[in-house]
């Protein structure tokens, strides 16, 4: 018996494929059956992991209208297809207090991290998902449903991205299904500088008892894209190891907030 898991034929893109959740998302897809096009910034980065995953890549920032452009036409013209859109790249850009922050940098966070998703969607639509039906996945994060120290642009951005998925959900049915997945604290590059010096103590607070793995996330998109969830849209998979039920569970204050209190990321990464 064929497994709904199964993807065998069908073609996705992935951004911010090269390291951290969009690589294992990348990966799983591909082991799930279906040939993938990649992309993010770097170039070396891009070709490499196109290399590996015998799919496509193209470098380039989704921030720019037209790579989003040339992504989509690279896929169909590859693959004669685009039925998967994982809109994973993002930035946590900028960082610290709103009151603080720069207002083009806000705009940049926004570009990023929602109008890409959605001029992504666009394309995918008019080049074959409009036709044929399709499946979308954005990844949003655990924290768009609160509030929390130092990420108020990269939280709201990413509630923006969540009314988003619904939106598009409702505007795109029956023939697209439009979802999302809001991990917790992962072990990525993104978020290295809140789990690096912390992460026993990170992990104890959480009821699973570690910090999640790109893996994790890796698994909930594959499900969501499949027709094992053919059923399934305007959908949030929360995958973060019991964050939201961790008061209930024992008590605790979050080990998260101080770490992103204490701590400033790096560049972002890609």
């Not at 990269?154 to 969540?162: D, H, N, Q, R």
């Not at 990170?202 to 698994?219: F, K, Q, T, V, Y």
Request: contains cysteine.
């Amino acid at each position: 018996m064929t497994t709904p898991y199964g993807l065998k034929g069908r073609a996705a893109v992935v951004t911010g494929a090269t390291r951290g959740i969009g690589l294992a998302v990348a990966r799983a897809l591909t082991e799930a059956g279906a040939r993938v096009c990649v992309t993010a910034r770097n170039v070396a980065e891009v070709e490499r992991t196109a290399a590996d995953l015998g799919g496509r890549g193209l470098s380039g920032d989704v921030s720019d209208p037209a790579h989003l452009h040339a992504l989509t036409d690279l896929c169909v013209a590859e693959f004669g297809r685009l039925d998967i859109v994982v809109n994973n790249a993002a930035t946590n850009r900028p960082y610290g207090p709103l009151m603080t922050v720069d207002p083009l940098d806000w705009r940049t966070a926004f570009t990023v991290n929602v109008e890409a998703p959605l001029r992504l969607a666009q394309h995918a639509w008019r080049a074959w998902m409009g036709d044929h039906g399709g499946a979308i996945v954005n990844i949003c994060t655990e924290g768009a449903g609160h509030v929390g120290p130092n990420v108020g642009a990269y939280g709201t951005s990413k509630s923006a991205l969540l009314h988003l998925t619904r939106q598009l959900a409702g505007e795109l049915a029956p023939k697209v299904r439009v979802n999302s997945v809001s991990p917790g604290l992962i072990r990525t590059e993104m978020a290295r500088f809140v789990w690096e010096d912390a992460e026993r103590r990170i992990a104890d607070s959480l009821p699973m008892g570690r910090i999640g793995e790109p893996e994790d996330i890796a698994r909930a998109v594959v499900w969501l894209t499949s027709d094992a969830a053919r059923w399934v849209t305007g959908a949030d998979l929360v995958v973060d190891g019991g964050t939201r039920v961790r008061a209930a569970w024992a008590g605790q204050g979050s080990a998260v907030h101080e770490a992103l209190r204490a701590r400033t990321p790096g560049a972002d990464p890609g």
